[in-house]
């Protein structure tokens, strides 16, 4: 019994240095490496989604949407059974990247198994794929996962991925993270692209205040009171 633990320790032991080795690596969104996937934003799913409020999560959506165009990103878009209940894409969505590779899966339910949308996310030779879609725990999951097995870094947008509520969100985050993947938020996403906010101030405070009340506030502070410096 005692060479059993001792073996069962050690191997946690190198388990768990693996893990903190692991975690020490700082994998870095680039702009000259990132490619952006909307997975299934159907107007259908959209009403299944109530582990965020309505306005805050379109708002969020739209937000990565205009993030994928201010750097200039590759960008796909998604859907599943759109003659059935899923339903079109999120008009605004698409509207977005009107010359965008625009996949509508006859039924597949992960993506990654369309042979499609696999030769289009292919085709824009980026290695590190930013995530969002509905449902988190199935649409975003399997492809997410399925991605990462097949050799891409993959960052999920939390904010603009929901489901059916925060228990089920949490378990998929859980199951994702243990596959290696990133999760991350549309603020932290367009940070981490940035990278220096000299890159240009204005079109990031721009972006950041159309789709965050509390930044434009901020801004309009700021500006409010260096034009009163000047008087």
Not at 16 to 34: E, F, G, K, Q
Not at 187 to 205: K, N, Q, Y
């Amino acid at each position: 019994m005692r060479i059993k633990f001792n073996i069962a320790t050690a191997i946690v032991g190198i388990l768990s240095v693996a893990s903190l080795a692991a975690a020490r690596d700082y994998n870095r969104l680039n702009i000259s490496d990132a490619a952006v996937l909307f997975i299934d934003h159907q107007v259908g799913l959209f009403n299944l989604v109530q582990d965020h409020n309505p306005d805050s999560f379109k708002n969020a959506i739209l937000a990565v949407a205009d993030t994928a165009k201010f750097f200039g990103l590759e960008t796909i878009l998604t859907t599943s059974r759109e003659d059935g209940p899923n339903g079109p894409m999120i008009p605004e969505l698409k509207e977005k990247f009107p010359g965008a590779p625009y996949i509508a899966r006859p039924g597949q339910i992960n993506a990654w198994d369309d042979p499609e949308f696999v030769k289009a996310v292919k085709a824009t030779g980026k290695k590190q794929l930013i995530i969002s879609g509905i449902v988190t725990d199935v649409c975003v999951t399997f492809v997410s996962m399925s991605a990462k097995a097949a050799g891409y870094d993959v960052f999920v947008v939390t904010d603009a991925s929901g489901t059916f509520n925060e228990e089920i969100r949490y378990a998929s985050w859980s199951r994702m993270e243990a596959n290696g993947i990133q999760l991350m938020n549309f603020f932290s996403v367009a940070c981490e692209l940035a990278r220096d906010w000299r890159m240009d101030l204005t079109g990031l405070a721009n972006l950041f205040g159309s789709h965050m009340p509390t930044y434009k506030a901020l801004m309009d502070g700021y500006a409010g009171a260096v034009a009163s410096a000047q008087k």
